[in-house]
């Protein structure tokens, strides 16, 4: 990677918990490999007061617990901390933001950034739209905010965190007031999931090997499955969590991107608008779930009381911030279907939840059976399908379970599994996914940001449900913590003659054969 060009780096929201545990740690390693130009530095903006010394302190801190290598570098730190400043303002303040403007005006010529900005929206979502409006109306003004004139070929860009409103007409209008102020091309919406390596190697691996391609298709993929586990209750983001729930939280956004990424035509280039272009037709291509019938497609679950991995829950509706009476989901399992011609009749489920026993994101590519001759004649049992599995976190890696032969003089067949792990043929860790978004936000590419029409056509396919769901008397099934959530999922996968399968199950038993 190149380093990027010089630029201020303002994060709105600058004491919270996405800057302390992510942002600080991904631009410090960005500073560690050399990305980080050496005239780029950092502007914190929150009501929180603080000063310099005490924000770098805090950074410090968070570097301690949080930096990918540790010990940290301290000489890359020192060099660091210097470009790093704070303002505590109020978001919605225009005296403030005049205040903020002239000490921005002050670095840019300090720092020789060339008037380059990167506004990046780490606050809660509520806070966007006034900040928007703040920053546009400077910019519009020409205000000592966005000095000097656009024209002047620096760029400004801003980055936002999901979600990205809470249906299709918030999403909507979100774009709306974002388009009044800045150009698409501005614009960088960030899923972290983009960043994770094994998610951009989904299409290396797709488009880059000819052995997939032409078998990537209903005639040979039987269904695919996508589950992102977590073996966590809502903890202290109760209140926050009770209104959004698994659907708006994990499935509209992170669910359906690597749902896009497994169904997408093959991109003319990989550049930011090919791509972006292939995942909107994947997202228009899925058949719509009529309110009515949700219960057929979708399954919302609650974690009940209980103890998962040494935690001990009261149950979701007793947990913190979280109302009693809440019918807010903390499991989602769908069926869904992309209705194209690669993809006639073949059935995606989804599942996601909090409590359950394990935390993973993988997805499972399941094969159709080879024909019904030789080895079926001849065994106890059919052979396996094969899998395709693609392991998001953790122990990010691709493995192609086979069928083999147990070695011996029996005709044995077990199930078998080529795997490649990042860690291990790499030999490094990947990096963390907001080293790359931020690198690449600087670098102004978007391939791996999400674009308006994304977000929107993605809030389509779960408006209905959630539709679905609000005008359904009954409420969401209960699971134990720590088990795959409610029966009712497992109904949905198995009234198709199929099961949930992931990494971890048990190995495939031993299927004897005669010679
Ligand atoms: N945390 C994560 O892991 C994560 C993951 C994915 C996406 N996100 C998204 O990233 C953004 C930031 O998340 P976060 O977890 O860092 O948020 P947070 O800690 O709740 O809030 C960030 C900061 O925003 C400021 N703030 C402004 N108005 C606020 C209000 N009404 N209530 C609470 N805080 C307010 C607070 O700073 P001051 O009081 O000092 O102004 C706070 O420290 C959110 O949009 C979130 O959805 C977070």
């Known amino acids: 990677m190149l380093p990027a060009p010089p630029c201020a780096i303002v994060i709105f929201g600058a004491s919270g918990d996405l800057v302390r545990r992510k942002l600080i740690p991904a631009i410090y390693e960005l500073a560690r490999q050399g990305l980080l130009n050496e005239r780029a530095y950092v502007l914190g903006f929150a009501r929180t007061p603080l000063d310099d010394d005490h924000f770098r302190a805090g950074c410090h801190d968070s570097l301690l617990a949080h930096a990918r290598t540790r010990p940290i570098d301290e000489q890359v730190w020192r060099k660091l901390a210097a470009r790093m400043h704070y303002a505590s303002a109020d978001y919605s303040s225009s005296e403030d933001y005049a205040r903020v403007s002239a000490l921005l005006n002050a670095l840019d010529e300090r720092y020789d950034t060339g008037g380059n900005r990167l506004y990046y929206l780490a606050t809660p979502p509520a806070q966007f739209e006034p900040i928007i409006q703040h920053l546009g109306e400077k910019l519009r003004l020409r205000d000592a905010l966005h000095p000097p004139a656009p024209e002047d070929g620096a760029f400004r860009r801003i980055i936002l965190e999901k979600p990205f409103g809470r249906d299709l007409s918030s999403a909507h209008e979100l774009n709306r007031v974002l388009h009044r102020h800045f150009r698409e091309e501005q614009i960088f919406r960030i899923d972290h999931y983009l960043g994770k390596e094994t998610v951009q190697n989904l299409m290396v691996m797709r488009f880059a090997n000819s052995i997939f391609e032409p078998i990537w298709n209903y005639k040979y993929i039987d269904h695919v499955q996508i589950t992102v586990a977590e073996d966590i209750g809502v903890g202290a983001r109760g209140g926050y969590y009770d209104s959004a729930g698994a659907l708006r939280d994990i499935v509209q956004n992170h669910m359906l991107q690597l749902m896009a990424l497994v169904a997408m035509e093959p991109p003319v280039s990989l550049d930011a608008i090919s791509v972006r272009d292939e995942k909107v037709k994947v997202y228009r291509s899925v058949r719509p779930i009529r309110a009515g019938a949700v219960g057929a497609f979708a399954v919302r679950g609650q974690y009940g009381p209980g103890e998962c991995r040494g935690a001990t829950t009261p149950g979701y509706l007793r947990e913190k911030d979280v109302n009693p009476a809440s019918r807010t989901e903390t499991f989602a399992a769908l069926k869904l279907f992309v209705d194209n011609w690669r993809w006639s009749g073949t059935p995606f489920y989804l599942r996601t939840g909090k409590f359950l026993p394990q935390k993973l994101t993988e997805i499972v590519v399941r094969f159709r059976s080879p024909p019904l001759t030789l080895f079926q004649k001849q065994c106890e049992a059919p052979v396996y399908p094969n899998d395709l599995l ?43 996914s907001y080293e790359r978004l931020i690198h690449d936000a600087m670098m102004g590419d978007q391939t791996l940001f999400i674009r308006a029409d994304e977000a929107e056509a993605a809030w389509a396919v779960v408006d209905p449900i959630e539709k679905g769901w609000s005008e359904d008397k009954a409420p969401p099934h209960t699971y134990e913590p720590c088990t795959w959530g409610p029966k009712a999922a497992m109904d949905l996968i198995e009234a198709d003659a199929r099961r949930w399968l992931h990494g971890d199950n048990q190995p495939e038993p031993i299927i004897a054969c005669s010679l």
């Not at 693609?390 to 379970?401: F, K, T, W």
């Not at 147990?406 to 291990?424: C, E, K, T």
Request: hydrophobic content about 35%; glycine content about 10%.
């Open 390 to 432: 693609v392991r998001v976190q953790p122990d990010e890696g691709i493995s192609l379970r086979l069928n083999g032969k147990v070695p011996g003089g029996q005709l044995n067949i077990r199930s078998v599994a080529m795997d490649f792990r990042y860690s291990s043929v790499f030999n490094a860790e990947s990096p963390d």
